[in-house]
């Protein structure tokens, strides 16, 4: 019964995944929310992410009420309370990249690098929980390590000599973000399981995840943008003449441009803001610069909670329910060693390259061979299930 539970919630959890990455796409794409430039930024969209998968868990554990569960059982105590504080703090972040990187890039081209930590869960489930290494793990890690290559072999044989890597160093480093961060909540979300209190289910530890989610969020909307106008950073005296002209000139339309010019003057491999600047112009500047996105870290908790067009969010509010299912789905399958099942919640990577051939994105039969072996690595540590029994990790209190 253990390994069908799992393989019903890796189910479940795959679609789940699969479809949040379609949804934060589709809701960063002027194609699907109106043709507009969207106004919306991925801080913002956090914040609203964060206010469906809490809305939907709420109802749900009131359900769970009205059916008769007692009060006490929404507690965790306050050592559970602990690592999901720490889960939701890099929840956020993790968030805030995948609502970043959509605007820029197809998720079939950065799903699978989001996950390379999964290579290295089994040496963590070893050293937390004595979890036993077996030689699938090997083989498994071996092949996800050659799936996330083999979409990179036209540009590593230079067989196109113009062709560049489609993920940048901006990518890059949020790729990294996420990695930690992903792995550091698979590893607290099973510390969170194991020492929440007796009859702490999973809809109560959702629910406490994402007011300390919210929490977060909502502090940096308000004091990001208030750090950024005390340290001015849309109003630059001096910026690099690159950054300048790749971020803001190559951006803004041609009358904004000009202006911009009459108060930035090149001065060897800088733009020098000129003196004297009027308080009008110092508004008109900011306000280009804003829009712009010029500061890249800022510009991820700029903008209004309730905007002008409000199909971005609905994407957003679509992609909090499916949020909460594979939440719920995590924290369901947590009291098990993450080794044993997280690596396959990634099984919809080979489905993603196909989805996006429907949403008419070019898609290389290098990605979608190495979206195979990424999967065929993941999926490879349970053909010895039948030789191996699913334990559950011992909890800190007994029921």
């Not at 019964?1 to 794409?29: F, R």
């Not at 801080?43 to 009205?66: N, Y």
């Not at 939701?88 to 930590?117: C, M, Q």
């Not at 979608?368 to 053909?383: H, W, Y």
Request: proline letters at 5%; one cysteine or more.
């Amino acid at each position: 019964m253990d390994w069908l539970l799992i393989i019903i919630w890796l189910l479940i959890i795959n679609g789940g995944l699969g479809g949040q990455y379609v949804l934060n796409w589709m809701g960063n794409q002027p194609d699907f929310t109106g043709g507009k430039k969207i106004d919306v930024s991925p801080g913002v969209m956090t914040w609203w992410r964060e206010i469906s998968k809490l809305a939907w868990a709420v109802i749900a554990v009131a359900i769970e009420i009205l059916r008769g569960k007692k009060l006490k059982y929404l507690w965790p105590g306050f050592i559970s309370l602990s690592t999901i504080i720490i889960c939701a703090f890099t929840g956020v972040i993790e968030n805030i990249g995948f609502f970043y990187l959509p605007r820029l890039y197809s998720p079939h081209i950065y799903a699978p690098y989001v996950n390379v930590y999964l290579a290295f869960l089994p040496f963590f489930g070893k050293i937390l929980f004595n979890a036993p290494i077996r030689k699938e793990h090997w083989a498994g890690i071996v092949l996800v390590i050659a799936g996330l290559a083999v979409p990179h072999i036209p540009i590593i044989i230079g067989s196109n000599g113009d062709q560049q890597s489609p993920l940048d160093s901006n990518a890059i480093i949020w790729i990294v973000i996420i990695n930690c961060c992903l792995c550091s909540q698979q590893i607290l979300n099973n510390k969170t399981v194991q020492t929440a209190l007796p009859g702490v289910g999973p809809n109560a530890l959702v629910v406490w995840r994402e007011i300390w989610k919210l929490v977060f969020i909502s502090s940096a909307l308000i004091l990001v943008p208030v750090a950024g106008n005390l340290m001015n950073v849309n109003m630059p005296s001096s910026v690099d003449k690159t950054k300048f002209e790749k971020r803001v000139l190559v951006k803004v339309e041609a009358d904004k441009k000009d202006f911009l010019l009459k108060n930035y003057f090149p001065a060897g491999n800088k733009y020098v803001l000129k003196e004297n600047i009027s308080e009008e112009d110092e508004i008109i500047i900011k306000k280009i610069l804003h829009d712009a996105e010029f500061n890249k870290f800022f510009s991820l908790f700029n903008g209004k909670l309730f905007p002008d067009n409000w199909l971005p969010i609905l994407f957003v509010i679509a992609a909090g329910l499916t949020g909460y299912v594979y939440s719920y789905g995590f924290f369901k399958l947590s009291k098990f060693a993450a080794h044993l099942w997280v690596p396959y919640t990634n099984l919809y990577l080979v489905i993603l390259p196909f989805v996006m051939i429907f949403f008419g994105k070019e898609v290389t039969i290098y990605q979608i061979a190495g979206a195979f072996i990424v999967s065929a690595g993941l999926g490879i540590g349970v053909l010895d299930y039948k030789r191996n029994k699913v334990n559950e990790i011992e909890k800190k209190y007994k029921d």
